[in-house]
């Protein structure tokens, strides 16, 4: 893939990357729409495939998550990428004459809380792999989704600190009409669990509404409350987390009013979804 890429830079074409781990649904596309946009007219659009095993923990679903590459080349030729990218695990980490790699990348400070605090391994998996591929794609602009958040700002103050000569895009969360958050694993959603899925997005929903009614801040403690007692009202919903914070420095604040960002996970059966909203 490198050698593509620096064929490309030589030519002056604009390479754009989406890193994904696959099986991809309408909010992939809508990244990789992005990324022509922003790499122009005669730019290179580059989908990266691949299920990272450093970024899960040990009981979570590496082994299970959904994975159908001959359907995901198929959609990204339907949307004119020219390019995809679906190393395996030795392409990936190497394994020199002295051993596996003992190299990784860890960001310190925007990866401590929220999913860095329930996954401790999973940021620096997340860093590990985009550094590796911002090196062996060489793109110009890499675009991430929204619903992702934290990945998000840890990506950007990645390539930030590391000088990744590149332009990293967050575009905004692509949802269900009936406002989930679309997501690979909701593919693993079996019976009612979809529809009980849909109390991450309606406790989005009613702690904007409390903080847009008030005249003046809400406590942080208060909303979270109004959202454990949301989740509680799907049997098989258990709340991992829920924080509010600053939307630029992810600092969690003692009062939410209007601008600041929550996010939660909760866990939908055997399921564990994502999903966050400005206040």
Same mark, same amino acid.
């Given at each position: 893939?490198?050698?593509?890429?620096?064929?490309?830079?030589?030519?002056?074409?604009?390479?754009?990357?989406?890193?994904?781990?696959?099986?991809?649904?309408?909010?992939?596309?809508?990244?990789?729409?992005?990324?022509?946009?922003?790499?122009?007219? &005669?730019?290179?659009?580059?989908?990266?495939?691949?299920?990272? =095993?450093?970024?899960?923990?040990?009981?979570?679903? %590496?082994?299970?998550?959904?994975?159908?590459?001959?359907?995901?080349?198929?959609?990204?030729?339907? +949307?004119?990428?020219?390019?995809?990218?679906?190393?395996?695990?030795?392409?990936?980490?190497?394994?020199?004459?002295?051993?596996?790699? !003992?190299?990784?990348?860890?960001?310190?400070? @925007?990866?401590?809380?929220?999913?860095?605090?329930?996954?401790?391994?999973?940021? !620096?998996?997340?860093?590990?792999?985009?550094?590796?591929?911002?090196?062996?794609?060489?793109?110009?602009?890499?675009?991430?989704?929204?619903?992702?958040?934290?990945? *998000?700002?840890?990506?950007?103050?990645?390539?930030?600190? @590391?000088?990744?000569?590149?332009?990293?895009?967050? &575009?905004?969360?692509?949802?269900?009409?009936?406002?989930? +958050?679309?997501?690979?694993?909701?593919?693993?959603?079996?019976?009612?669990?979809?529809?009980?899925?849909?109390?991450?997005?309606?406790?989005?929903?009613?702690?904007? *509404?409390?903080?847009?009614?008030? +005249?003046?801040?809400?406590?942080?403690?208060?909303?979270?409350?109004?959202?454990?007692?949301?989740?509680?009202?799907? =049997?098989?919903?258990?709340?991992?987390?829920?924080?509010?914070?600053?939307?630029? /420095?992810?600092?969690?604040?003692?009062? +939410?009013?209007?601008?600041?960002?929550?996010?939660?996970?909760? %866990?939908?059966?055997? /399921?564990?979804?994502?999903?966050?909203?400005?206040?």
């Amino acid at each position: 893939m490198q050698r593509q890429a620096l064929r490309w830079r030589r030519q002056g074409a604009r390479v754009g990357l989406v890193p994904t781990m696959g099986y991809l649904h309408a909010g992939h596309l809508s990244l990789v729409r992005r990324a022509r946009r922003l790499a122009g007219p &005669a730019g290179k659009v580059v989908v990266s495939i691949y299920v990272n =095993p450093t970024q899960f923990g040990p009981q979570e679903d %590496f082994s299970r998550y959904p994975r159908d590459l001959d359907r995901d080349v198929r959609l990204c030729r339907q +949307a004119g990428v020219d390019a995809v990218f679906a190393p395996d695990d030795p392409q990936m980490y190497v394994r020199g004459q002295e051993g596996p790699a !003992s190299t990784c990348v860890v960001e310190k400070t @925007l990866s401590r809380g929220m999913e860095g605090a329930s996954r401790p391994a999973h940021f !620096s998996g997340v860093a590990t792999v985009v550094a590796k591929l911002f090196n062996l794609v060489l793109p110009d602009v890499a675009v991430f989704g929204a619903k992702d958040y934290q990945q *998000a700002a840890v990506v950007k103050r990645l390539a930030r600190d @590391l000088n990744f000569p590149l332009k990293v895009v967050v &575009a905004p969360t692509c949802r269900e009409p009936d406002g989930l +958050a679309m997501s690979s694993r909701n593919e693993y959603l079996e019976g009612d669990l979809r529809e009980q899925a849909l109390v991450l997005w309606r406790s989005i929903c009613h702690a904007r *509404a409390a903080v847009r009614r008030s +005249a003046r801040p809400l406590p942080a403690a208060e909303l979270k409350d109004l959202v454990g007692r949301i989740v509680g009202q799907a =049997p098989a919903a258990r709340l991992d987390y829920v924080e509010f914070f600053d939307p630029e /420095t992810l600092v969690p604040v003692a009062r +939410a009013g209007r601008g600041a960002q929550m996010a939660l996970a909760v %866990f939908v059966g055997k /399921t564990r979804l994502i999903d966050n909203g400005r206040l």
